[in-house]
Nanobody
Framework: QVRLVESGGGLVQAGGSLRLSCAAS????????MGWFRQAPGKEREFVAA????????VYAASVKGRFTISRDNAKNTEYLEMNTLKPGDTAVYYC??????????????WGQGTQVTVSS
């Protein structure tokens, strides 16, 4: 059974930082690209960042580029999202997701349950 468990969310003031973690189990972690998505109240879920199975390639949404850093530790089956200079607009539930590196499309195979990030002004 595949499980992705996010942690590290919380309440932070604008300009502050948080580090999210996503612990994976039940899959061969280094066979999966990993991503972070977020969903704010009343809005569609949106892409935040992704990292390749090896960690050698990353991509970011324009809204977070330069402020957020995605990383992974394959020895620990964990991915991370370091979030700096947080803004109220970053408030959302953040989800991690796993995508087989063999896929030819951009769909993700597994999703976590989400962790709430709230940025106060």
């Amino acid at each position: 059974q595949v499980r992705l468990v996010e942690s590290g969310g919380g309440l932070v003031q604008a300009g502050g930082s948080l580090r999210l973690s996503c612990a994976a189990s039940g899959l061969t972690f280094n066979n999966y690209d990993m991503g972070w998505f977020r969903q704010a109240p009343g809005k569609e879920r949106e892409f935040v960042a992704a990292i390749s199975w090896s960690g050698g390639s990353t991509v970011y949404a324009a809204s977070v580029k330069g402020r957020f850093t995605i990383s992974r530790d394959n020895a620990k089956n964990t991915e991370y999202l370091e979030m700096n200079t947080l803004k109220p607009g970053d408030t959302a539930v953040y989800y991690c997701a796993a995508r087989s590196r063999l896929r030819m499309d951009i769909q993700y195979d597994y999703w976590g349950q989400g962790t709430q990030v709230t940025v106060s002004s």
